[in-house]
């Protein structure tokens, strides 16, 4: 059975800022662009917190929920919140087979989280997932070792998702920056 999917995501600390990006498309299967503004990348927990998903459209708003859920139930300590939203993702029934992956981040920590129990924070301050989230991973390294002095955290998101966008066919150009 075609799911909803293909996105690419892109988080990124410097200069003591934050900033998240993710593009707009849903795919149908492999070969239906079904949407091409939809917002997968949101501020919660009183603007204190960004998140952002790929992977099935339906599943990620369940994340979403329940990440938000476990902010609220850990006064909004990020990394408590992803810990336990792994550890629940990992060992419930139905959850287990959501198909999709989160990146959170506040002003302190950036974390992957997925359904097989991960939570990784990354050492260079940067995260990529989704269809293409190693092209952007690639983008935002260049820019962050070559071009720092120049960009700004929000600057380098939106870059980053732009050549994506040139490379990867499941990213398009309707590109939604939050920053912290």
């Not at 995501?9 to 593009?23: R, S, W």
């Not at 339906?58 to 859920?69: H, R």
């Not at 939570?119 to 991973?137: H, K, Q, R």
């Not at 499941?170 to 939050?178: D, L, M």
Request: glycine share 8%; proline share 1%; net charge neutral.
């Amino acid at each position: 059975m075609n799911q909803f999917h293909a996105t690419t995501i892109f988080a990124v600390q410097h200069k003591g800022k934050c900033a998240m990006a993710g593009d707009g498309q849903v795919t149908f299967g492999n070969a239906v662009v079904m949407k091409h503004t939809a917002k997968k990348v949101r501020k919660l927990f009183n603007g204190k917190v960004l998140a952002g998903f790929a992977g099935s459209v339906a599943d990620a708003f369940t994340l979403f929920e329940k990440f938000e859920g476990k902010l609220q139930e850990y006064n909004g300590n990020l990394q408590r919140a992803a810990v336990e939203l792994a550890k629940e993702w990992r060992s419930d029934k139905v959850l287990r087979k959501l198909e999709a992956m989160l990146i959170v981040m506040d002003n302190d920590n950036l974390l992957l989280v997925s359904g097989t129990g991960e939570v990784i924070e990354p050492d260079d301050g940067i995260l990529a997932i989704g269809s293409g989230g190693n092209y952007a991973l690639a983008a935002g390294r260049a820019l962050k070792n070559y071009a720092a002095d120049h960009l700004s955290a929000k600057e380098m998101a939106q870059a980053a998702l732009e050549i994506v966008a040139d490379i990867c066919v499941y990213t398009n150009r309707n590109i939604i920056v939050e920053e912290l």
